[in-house]
């Protein structure tokens, strides 16, 4: 039910696991948010999180960007699939120090668009 302090716990964990340096990216939707309440920045704000918070996904997620410059243009499941499935599976190969990160993502259903379906599906 809304209002019953989920996204405030969800914050305090992000929170935690950001001081622990275990915080790979957060997205929190806000229905009427502007951003925050489309996916359409979904994907690239993970990226761009993974890329700041862990040095080792920095140089995949380049090589990614480089080779679709166009990427924060094109749908859902190409952005997921080359800024952040195939840059963290390039990464699982090249590095021997891979570590386990969190991703927190908080009110997808609040998302307005019609993608929440789909994030799911990609996200599993």
């Known amino acids: 039910m809304a ?4 996204s405030t716990i969800t914050l305090t964990v992000a929170r935690k696991w950001s001081d622990e340096k275990r915080l790979g990216a957060s ?3 806000s229905r009427g948010g502007g ?3 489309h996916a359409s920045r979904f994907f690239t704000t993970l990226a761009y999180q993974l890329a700041r918070t862990q040095p080792q996904f920095t140089a995949t997620s380049r090589r990614a960007v480089t080779e679709y410059p166009d ?10 699939k080359h800024l952040i499935l195939q840059p963290v599976s390039r990464l699982g190969k090249e590095s021997h120090q891979l570590q386990s990160v969190v991703l927190v993502v908080d009110a997808l259903d609040e998302c307005e668009d019609d993608d929440i379906g789909l994030i799911v599906q990609l996200l599993a």
């Open 71 to 80: 990427i924060a243009e094109q749908g859902h499941s190409e952005q997921w």
């Open 3 to 6: 209002g019953t302090g989920k």
């Open 27 to 29: 997205f929190f939707f």
């Open 35 to 37: 951003d925050l309440s």
